[in-house]
């Protein structure tokens, strides 16, 4: 009968060791995929919101002076697509103005994420198919022409890049 308290009493610490020592380690790698989650959370939701890729300085320094370039045996985009005669909409740029203001391709950089840009599905993005020549995997029918023959062509290859084609 004495034996009985001595066990009960051995026993308790035992129990309270097994049961701190399970909330310890549990704790541990719960918080752990806690902030793995979190992080995990940080670089999704701007995938989600399609906020990804379509960085500005590169459409100003880059996309941009595109619209503006002469192509051999084309007219350059600014010539049909300023204004909002069509989808790509470009600011006027009056007589001896070479380039936007800053305002002014801020204004043309919305219109365009917004309009021309398909932001789910990047590849299909009316930018891209719609001056591709249609031999080098664009749109049939473009009224300014075939502005880029094939895919290969650098300013095409900029502006894929920039809309997120991998
Ligand atoms: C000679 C005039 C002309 C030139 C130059 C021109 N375009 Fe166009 N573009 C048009 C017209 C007109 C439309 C609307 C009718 C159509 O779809 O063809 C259009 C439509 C578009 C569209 C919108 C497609 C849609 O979803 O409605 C895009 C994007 C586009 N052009 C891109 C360009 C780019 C980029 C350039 C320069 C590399 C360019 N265009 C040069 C006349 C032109």
Redesign the pocket.
């Known amino acids: 009968m004495t034996a009985a308290p001595i066990g009960r009493y051995s026993c308790v610490p035992a129990a309270h060791t097994w049961a701190f020592s399970t909330s310890i380690h549990k704790a541990k790698p719960t918080s752990t995929i806690m902030v793995r989650m979190k992080t995990a959370l940080l670089f999704l939701i701007p995938v989600a919101l399609g906020a990804q890729a379509l960085d500005f300085e590169v459409y100003r320094t880059k996309v941009e002076p595109?619209?503006l370039k002469k192509?051999p045996g084309?007219?350059?985009?600014i010539?049909?697509?300023e204004g909002t005669?069509?989808?790509?909409q470009l600011q006027a740029l009056p007589e001896g103005q070479k380039a936007f203001t800053p305002e002014q391709s801020k204004k043309n950089y919305d219109s365009i994420v917004q309009r021309?840009v398909n932001k789910a599905n990047p590849t299909q993005s009316?930018?891209l198919m719609?001056?591709l020549a249609h031999e080098g995997g664009g749109d049939e029918?473009?009224?300014?022409?075939r502005?880029?023959e094939t895919k290969n062509d650098p300013d095409w290859k900029t502006l894929a890049a920039w809309v997120g084609v991998k």
């Open positions: 595109i619209f192509k084309h007219a350059r985009c010539v049909c697509h005669r069509t989808a790509l021309v009316a930018l719609h001056p029918f473009h009224s300014g022409g502005q880029f």
